[in-house]
């Protein structure tokens, strides 16, 4: 195990944004396969791997990057450490990042989903507040730990790691229908 922890530090240290796009991609598209496999339950046959592959591409593209570019600034405009620093930048995280960021990765998914911009604004509509209060009950304790303990270089990484369970809850909320099911059944 020492080896590969090796390479990957390695590599980290090389090509940071990289290696922290690319580890965003693969734990975001897990995070679907398991909403698929034990949250929805569906069989191999139904599974969609389309919709892995949007999860993983956004990890990839978006969220990787973003949070790694993020995660720079906060160090560098708040500090390092804990106590107050720590407070300090997950309040900023939590009020000032979160809300937008999740309206972004939305509309951006809905985009990359085929849905028109407007029905991905109707995602937003319907499901960005039930999206947001679950991270302002799960992220706060998550940040506080990640910016109190570990160095800059690993956040991503630890966020990602416990994002399996955030991206698994993304995952099925937002392929839940927006329709009522005895809407849908009237159409």
């Known amino acids: 195990m020492s080896v590969i922890s090796r390479i990957y530090s390695n590599a980290l240290k090389r090509y940071p944004m990289a290696v922290q796009s690319l580890q965003a991609g693969v734990l975001m598209g897990t995070g679907d396969v398991l909403a698929q496999f034990v949250v929805e339950k569906k069989s191999f046959e139904q599974f969609q791997w389309q919709r892995t592959f949007r999860f993983f591409s956004l990890g990839t593209f978006f969220v990787g990057p973003t949070l790694g570019t993020w995660y720079g600034a906060l160090h560098k405009y708040i500090g390092s450490g804990k106590g107050i620093v720590a407070v300090k930048k997950v309040a900023v995280d939590q009020l000032l990042f979160a809300p937008g960021f999740i309206v972004v990765f939305l509309v951006t998914l809905g985009i990359l989903e085929g849905s028109s ?69 009237d159409s």
């Open 117 to 185: 911009f407007e029905a991905s604004q109707d995602m937003v509509r319907k499901k960005y507040k039930d999206i947001l209060l679950v991270n302002w009950s799960v992220w706060p304790a998550v940040q506080i730990c990640n910016f109190s303990f570990t160095p800059l270089h690993h956040q991503v990484l630890v966020v990602q790691i416990f994002a399996l369970l955030w991206n698994t809850y993304l995952a099925w909320k937002t392929n839940l229908p927006t329709t009522p099911p005895e809407k849908i059944a």
